[in-house]
């Protein structure tokens, strides 16, 4: 079974890489039974789209 510290490194990676089908399983079935670990991958997306919307705003006000 996957452990906490795995699996939160596997849900940073998942934004910056395509994960393997293995990875992909293992993660799914962590997070399924673990809702820190659920919890902290929807934070991660978050973080992820609030970054991309604050750089697209600020490109927006630079020019």
């Known amino acids: 079974m996957m452990k906490c510290k795995q699996a939160t490194q596997l849900l940073s990676e998942k934004l910056d890489r395509p994960l393997s089908a293995k990875e992909k399983i293992h993660l799914a079935m962590h997070i399924s039974m673990c809702g820190p670990c659920?919890?902290?991958g929807k934070q991660m997306e978050m973080?992820?789209?609030l970054s991309k919307s604050y750089?697209?705003?600020k490109e927006s006000?630079?020019?």
């Open 61 to 63: 006000d630079d020019q």
């Open 38 to 40: 659920r919890q902290f």
């Open 55 to 57: 750089s697209k705003t």
């Open 47 to 49: 973080i992820r789209d």
